[in-house]
């Protein structure tokens, strides 16, 4: 979302108010501007979630793909203006409005348990029914992999769409991808549930339901699979263990038992180390960091 200054704000400048106490006969003139002005990006925002969300509940892959990509383009948007961020957050408590129920019942939708595929074999009734049987089609490997990366940034900007997401069984969901997709969506994945798990008790609960530490683990053991991947894997461990080890009582109790017993106490060691510092780093040497310790874990790995 990129919006021009309005012409009627130009020249309207905020002041501080007098130490003397006098009033600013060009406050009141200020806080109208203001107030026009959040307005007008409030409209901004819910125009660009109704237009992207349309999209993203239709019937054709390449319909919801184009909105996944005009809705991550407007959360990139957002990412630097906090005032911007508090009114999608707004947005969000409108059932109409909510971005992340639509990618669970579209874009990231089983289509195993769609009831459209599994009476399309065998039924004819809709042939001699006065309504058309409604067929979607099946969402493609871009189309999850833009999903997870709209679940991811919507999790970061707006903490309650974790909530949301916990009542579609996101973890489950996930794991189900990450266990059965390319490495595109595996990818995005790994990202996602990053982002689900973020103070997030009841998601970090499931993951631990679902054993998602294996699936991890079975990923990066496999010297088979994509290197870039297996390093991506690395990076979830550390970020994962990191931010159970800075909480009182971590709903996963057993992460450090369990990384242990899948990849062995040298690699466990690694990753518990490698969690324990960079937090004071700035975003690009941590990444940096990050990256140096997910290749040392799997050089470790492949020696065990």
């Given at each position: 979302m990129y919006l021009k200054k309005p012409l009627w704000s130009e020249g309207i400048e905020t002041e501080k108010q007098d130490p003397t106490g006098s009033s600013d006969p060009n406050a009141s003139v200020v806080e109208l501007?203001?107030?026009?002005?959040?307005?007008?990006?409030?409209?901004?925002?819910?125009?660009?979630?109704?237009?992207?969300?349309?999209?993203?509940?239709?019937?054709?892959?390449?319909?919801?793909?184009?909105?996944?990509?005009?809705?991550?383009?407007?959360?990139?948007?957002?990412?630097?203006?906090?005032?911007?961020?508090?009114?999608?957050?707004?947005?969000?408590?409108?059932?109409?409005?909510?971005?992340?129920?639509?990618?669970?019942q579209h874009s990231l939708k089983e289509t195993g348990n769609d009831h459209n595929y599994n009476k399309v074999v065998g039924?004819?009734?809709?042939?001699?029914?006065?309504?058309?049987?409604?067929?979607?089609?099946?969402?493609?490997?871009?189309?999850?992999?833009?999903?997870?990366?709209?679940?991811?940034?919507?999790?970061?900007?707006?903490?309650?769409?974790?909530?949301?997401?916990?009542?579609?069984?996101?973890?489950?969901?996930?794991?189900?991808?990450?266990?059965?997709?390319?490495?595109?969506?595996?990818?995005?994945?790994?990202?996602?549930?990053?982002?689900?798990?973020?103070?997030?008790?009841?998601?970090?609960?499931?993951f631990e339901k679902y054993n998602g530490i294996k699936e991890v683990a079975d990923l990066i053991r496999d010297k088979q699979v994509d290197e870039n991947l297996r390093l991506k894997c690395g990076e979830f461990l550390q970020l994962l263990i990191g931010h159970v080890n800075s909480r009182d009582s971590p709903p996963l109790a057993t992460i450090h038992e369990d990384t242990r017993r899948l990849l062995g106490e040298t690699s466990a060691s690694l990753i518990w180390a490698a969690s324990q510092f960079g937090s004071t780093l700035d975003p690009e040497q941590r990444l940096t960091a990050l990256q140096i310790q997910a290749r040392r874990i799997l050089e470790s790995l492949d020696l065990y």
């Open positions: 501007v203001n107030s026009l002005h959040q307005q007008r990006v409030y409209r901004e925002v819910t125009l660009a979630l109704t237009t992207g969300l349309r999209d993203a509940r239709a019937e054709f892959s390449f319909l919801r793909l184009r909105a996944l990509r005009s809705i991550l383009n407007f959360l990139n948007s957002i990412v630097d203006s906090d005032s911007t961020i508090y009114l999608f957050n707004l947005t969000q408590s409108i059932p109409q409005l909510q971005v992340v129920p639509v990618l669970f039924d004819m009734s809709h042939i001699f029914g006065v309504e058309p049987m409604k067929l979607t089609s099946p969402s493609t490997d871009d189309e999850i992999a833009l999903a997870l990366r709209v679940l991811e940034g919507c999790c970061l900007l707006h903490p309650h769409s974790t909530t949301l997401a916990h009542q579609h069984n996101a973890v489950q969901v996930l794991l189900n991808i990450l266990s059965t997709r390319g490495v595109l969506e595996q990818s995005a994945c790994l990202d996602a549930l990053i982002s689900l798990m973020v103070d997030s008790s009841p998601n970090q609960m499931d």
